[in-house]
């Protein structure tokens, strides 16, 4: 029983790279989020999608972007990564995030990313 | 603009007493609030909910209270365990949304 799982764990990048963040997901949920956590900080939601070919953006989308061809999967894309985009990076999924559902969101283990 | 706000970053409480982490909202739309903790390296795990039509729920050592007028939740923890040293995360959705809010997070000690 996987849930919900992010590669890689961590990553050290350099400015101005780029690099694709994967979360899969197995429980067939529609929902999909991507959020960031700086240090001393609440959840930031980056992007999030409600379904296979829909996403919308969160709170922080500037420098991100994100696909969801299929319903597992929702890979969060760093075009040029800049020191800000160091954080820990976490992808969660669900149901249905309305009042139907009491464990609306679960979540992978997180990537920590570093930008030098 | 932080429409869900955890005033306190950290509380220490002696084990086998009670921990009460407090959250406010400023949304009035919010009517769907949730708890979530996490451990070091690890992603939230959720903990309790409650429905803006009801104004405690309780799930064991865990009960959530909620005050629509004062735009204020709580999460108590009784009695307070060890394992229960993590932070706390506060959230809420209103059922017009596909999101959720957090706001920053109580980190919680249990000492012995």
């Known amino acids: 029983n996987a849930g919900v799982t992010q590669t890689p764990k961590f990553r050290i990048l350099k400015i101005g790279q780029s690099m694709t963040l994967q979360c899969t997901q197995d429980?067939?949920?529609?929902?999909m989020y991507w959020y960031r956590q700086d240090p001393g900080m609440g959840l930031k939601l980056i992007y999030y999608s409600v379904g296979a070919g829909i996403t919308d953006k969160g709170e922080v989308p500037n420098g991100y972007n994100v696909s969801r061809s299929t319903t597992e999967d929702f890979p969060l894309r760093l075009e040029l990564a800049a020191p800000s985009q160091t954080s820990v990076y976490f992808c969660a999924s669900s149901l249905d995030p309305g009042l139907a559902s009491t464990d609306t969101q679960y979540f992978g283990p997180g990537t920590r990313l570093t930008v030098l | 603009d932080q429409q869900v706000k955890q005033n306190s970053p950290s509380l220490s409480v002696q084990e086998g007493r009670i921990s009460i982490l407090n959250c406010d909202y400023t949304n009035s739309m919010f009517d769907y609030f949730l708890w979530y903790k996490k451990y070091p390296a690890e992603g939230p795990t959720f903990l309790i909910s409650i429905s803006s039509i009801k104004d405690k729920n309780e799930d064991g050592r865990f009960t959530v209270f909620l005050n629509k007028s004062a735009k204020h939740l709580s999460l108590h923890i009784v009695p307070s365990q060890p394992g229960d040293s993590a932070v706390y995360f506060c959230?809420?959705?209103?059922?017009?949304?596909?999101?959720?809010?957090f706001g920053s997070g109580t980190r919680l000690s249990i000492r012995p």
């Open positions: 429980m067939n949920h529609n929902y």
């Open positions: 959230a809420a959705s209103d059922s017009s949304a596909s999101k959720i809010i």
